[in-house]
Every structure is written in C-alpha cells, then in structure tokens.
C-alpha cells in the first residue's frame, strides 16, 4: 500500500471495503470511492464504478468505509484545552485514586495556585458518592480545588475554593442551582448547576491555549474517524479562538458552533443567523439551557428521583423565559438548540417551540432539543409534528443504563424504559442526531450503544445508527447538502474502520478502530495496520 504524497487533482481511491454510505442504504461490499479534490465523485460497487486512470488506489479490502462522523453535540475548544491543562480523574477507579491525582498535581505546583480536574463519575467508583471538601482538604490544604463531575453539572471543592469564591453558611442559594449544605447550614462543597460562583474566580485561560486546545481536540477527533463537530455553546473568548484556529490552520475538522452567554445578542445586532459562515466554521444554533443533569440529580422530572424522593431536579430558568429566548432567537433567523434531559423540562421546551411557532411560522426551523432522553409517547408524537430534532448521545446509554446502573437508580425500572428511546423516534420518522457530550467522545463507541441499547425495545440497527452520526447530524447543522454521506458532490469527508463492521457481532462496535480520515480528501490521519 503506498502513501506516497500526490497532487490533490490526482483522485484518491478508495477500494475493496465494506461501504455504509450514511443515507440508510444497505451496505455495499467490495465498494469503490472515488475523490478528486475536494469532492466525493464516485461511490459503488466495484466492476460496476469505474477507477480512473492514474488514481492513488487504497486497498481497504475488509475494513468499513464511512461518511466522516459528525459529533452533534460536544463542548470540542474545552475537551482539547481539558487534555492540555486539567488533572485527568475521568478513568480514575475509586475516589481515592482520583484524590491521589490531585494531591500529585498539588505537589508539582505553587501553594494557592488552582487546581481544576474534570470528569469524575462516582457511578462507577464502589464508594457512590459525591466528593466533599472533606474528601479533598486532607490532601490539599494549601491549594483551592474544583473537581467537575462527569456531567459539568456538579463540582466539588475544598474549602480554599471556598473561600476564595466566598460561600459560607450564609450564602444565599444562587438562581437555578443549589449549594448542599450540612446539618449545621455549612457547604459541603458540592454544587449543583451553579458552579459560576466558583470558577469565575479562576484565572481565564489565555487565548494562545484555547486555540492549541483545538488542534489537540483537531487530532484527537480525526484519530476517532470524527470529521466535524457541532461545538454547544459558546463565548466571545471561544468564538475568537475558533477564528484564529480557523486562519493558521489548527481547526482541522468542520465546526458548527452554538451561541451562548452575550453572543447571541450580538450576532443579531448584526444581521448574523444561523448558517454564516464557510466550510469549515459556521455560526449554528442559539444554545439555551433549562435544566440539569441525571449524574447530579438535576434534571427536571415530572416525579421524584427514585433514590432520592425530596428532589425532581431544577428548572434552571422559568419556561416562560426559555420561550421568549426561544422566539426571539427565531424571530433573527436562528435555530435553537436547548438543552433538556428530563421529562418535565423538555415539555417546556416543546411547549416554547409550538408557541414560537404560532407567533411566527417557519417551516424549516429544525429547531433542536438537546439530550431529550426521558421521553413519554405524548411527547414524541409533538416532536415529531412541530419537526424538532432531538440531538441525542447514545455514549450515555453505553455508560449509565442497565440493571443497577446509575439510570436505574435515579428512575427506576419504568422510566429508565422511557430513556433515550432511538427505535420508536426513527420508526416515527424523527431525523435523530447523534453526539457524544464528550461522555465519552468517541462515535464508535456511540453508535455501539445505540445498537446494544440495554433496553431492547430501543436498540436500532447498525446503519441507523451510522445514518444519525453522519447525515443526520449533518442535517441538525443545516449542512446535508454538503457532508454527512458518501455519495458524488459531497464534500470529501470519509473515514475507514478496520475492520468489516456488519460482519463483526454487534457487541464488537466499540472495538473497531478508525484506520484512516479524510477531509477535503485528504489525509489528515493514519494508522499503521
């Protein structure tokens, strides 16, 4: 096999794998893909697609090709600058090891300097519990420490942090979020959905590290076959990394970027809408948010936790507040993108989307409910006729659901079968996209779990699967006409998996491995065999 440099006019093929082309046709054995440039010209059955003269010809004979993968929904400038700067504590098997990994970084670096690692998940730890300040002041007491729970919905801190954020027993409870507190009324240094109070006090991560951070998620992305990602939600401080990573070349994979916090209000000022931008960085959704998280019991349910009955989670903002932010983004030629895990809070949201629509009609709003995970019947038939698309992350079913899990502690047995219900929303004929919330991010492993759902009325097949990871993400971005499937005109995005993934038991998806991505038809990774 070589890989000998070419000029791009010289076309690339690709020969001999398995094709699933994204569009929810059936596989093609012994495929042949052509590219010329920076398009897709030809794709089908081998003797019957011609290869032509002079071509750089790939041999991936038992290896899948796929449209590149396209993330819906991850936070891509913090994963990358996350790997450059943060303690890693997400693969950590107990709190211990966790805590023993801060208490390292403690000793590398100044006292009162801050210490930030993200990702741990008590699920999976034996103790089963938050971390307190108690937990991290032994280890740490010299430095101020913020440990994000996998969910970024929760963190735990120690009593420096504390203190430099200013909350005591007499901090009032901030709007939207909770303070745990003890017997006595002090913090426990657990804080749900409100952990501004504590990070605004550390020092913002300059501009040079934000737009490495995208070149290290840019690599790490295409190692995984992920060709473009829709990034949810973001500032002025992001907004410009991303055109600086954009100019020199460190943006590597297709971004579609969410607005939040003053963004939007200024994009509107200027004319700016969903859709501007080029190939490679466009201005996506309004991103709004009106709940929490399962992980950190503040998702918004319509009845109590199963094991904790005092809560049914928070409502972050009041739904009349989401409708109007809802309609207003509309009404500028926006799509909007809101974020909803439970079922309380995506009833809200349906209802905000059916009133902005009765204010102001638009047929192709593709308006987006992000996670959308506890859903009832009633519901899913409203998504379906106001034409919302659930942006979903099926890696979450692949991580918290099953008997004993952490969803089935939280829901119990009848609505942990509500959860992420794939198979009835496409049945339905609901254009599903699939991402990852970098929970893992990783779409091999997505679409794995969507195949193996634990729950089996959900699970769906293998090329439905790949259809909401590719052209379906595609169309939640506004963006199918040009990436999301393998066929002539598209741009040249396609990564090869090496092995033949309809011939391997479903329960393997999530060991195959990307052997090459393309971009534009280029080369942009490879891996030896």
């Not at 992920?226 to 020199?248: F, M, R, S, V």
């Not at 349906?350 to 009765?358: A, H, K, S, V």
């Not at 919330?437 to 997505?446: L, Q, R, S, V």
Request: proline content about 6%; some cysteine.
């Amino acid at each position: 096999m070589t890989f000998k440099m070419t000029p791009v006019s010289c076309p690339r093929v690709l020969v001999g794998g398995t094709l699933i082309d994204g569009t929810g046709a059936d596989p093609v054995k012994d495929s042949v893909v052509v590219l010329r440039d920076e398009y897709i010209v030809a794709a089908g059955k081998k003797g019957e697609t011609e290869i032509p003269p002079g071509s750089e010809v790939y041999d991936v004979s038992g290896m899948t090709v796929l449209p590149g993968l396209i993330d819906s929904h991850c936070h891509f400038i913090w994963m990358g600058v996350n790997m450059l700067t943060t303690v890693p504590i997400r693969y950590t098997d107990t709190m211990k090891d966790a805590l023993e990994l801060i208490r390292k970084r403690a000793e590398e670096i100044e006292p009162g300097e801050w210490i930030i690692a993200r990702g741990y998940d008590e699920a999976k730890w034996p103790e089963n519990r938050y971390i307190t300040k108690d937990d991290i002041d032994p280890v740490t007491p010299d430095n101020p420490v913020a440990m994000v729970r996998i969910c970024g919905h929760l963190v735990s801190v120690n009593t420096k942090a504390l203190e430099a954020a200013g909350i005591d027993a007499e901090t009032p409870e901030p709007e939207g979020g909770t303070i745990d507190r003890d017997a006595d009324g002090e913090p426990t240094g657990v804080l749900r959905d409100c952990r501004h109070l504590v990070m605004r006090n550390i020092p913002s991560t300059p501009m040079e590290t934000l737009v490495e951070g995208l070149k290290v998620a840019s690599d790490y992305a295409l190692s995984l076959g992920c060709t473009g990602i829709h990034d949810a939600g973001l500032g002025p401080q992001e907004i410009t990394a991303y055109q600086l990573a954009h100019d020199n070349g460190n943006l590597k994979v297709r971004a579609n970027v969410m607005l939040m916090t003053e963004t939007p209000e200024a994009a509107m000022s200027l004319g700016i809408r969903t859709g501007f931008g080029d190939h490679m960085l466009r201005i996506g959704a309004v991103k709004l948010l009106i709940d929490g998280s399962l992980g950190a019991r503040t998702a918004a349910l319509f009845e109590p936790y199963e094991d904790d009955p005092t809560t049914k989670g928070l409502l972050l903002e009041k739904p009349e507040a989401i409708t109007e932010k809802t309609s207003t983004a509309h009404s500028h030629g926006f799509q909007v993108a809101t974020h909803a895990i439970g079922d309380l809070a995506i009833e809200h949201v349906i209802d905000g989307i059916q009133e902005t629509l009765r204010r102001e009609p638009r047929k192709d709003h593709r308006h987006r409910i992000e996670h959308c995970e506890i859903l009832s019947s009633q519901q899913i038939e409203r998504i379906k006729e106001l034409g919302i698309v659930p942006a979903m992350q099926p890696n979450f079913i692949g991580e918290w659901s099953g008997p004993g899990s952490m969803y089935n502690q939280r829901l119990g047995d009848r609505r942990e079968r509500m959860s992420n219900p794939y198979r009835t929303l496409i049945d339905e004929g609901i254009t599903v996209a699939f991402g990852s919330d970098g929970m893992p991010f990783n779409p091999i492993y997505g679409i794995w779990s969507a195949v193996n759902h634990p729950i089996r009325r959900n699970r769906i097949t293998l090329v439905e699967a790949v259809k909401c990871y590719t052209l379906n993400s595609a169309y939640a971005g506004f963006n199918e006409e040009n990436v999301g499937s393998v066929e002539p005109g598209k741009l040249a995005d396609v990564a090869v998996f090496d092995r033949d993934l309809t011939e391997i038991p479903g329960e393997e998806l999530r060991d195959a491995q990307c052997y090459m991505t393309l971009v534009n038809s280029k080369i942009l990774y490879q891996r030896e065999k």
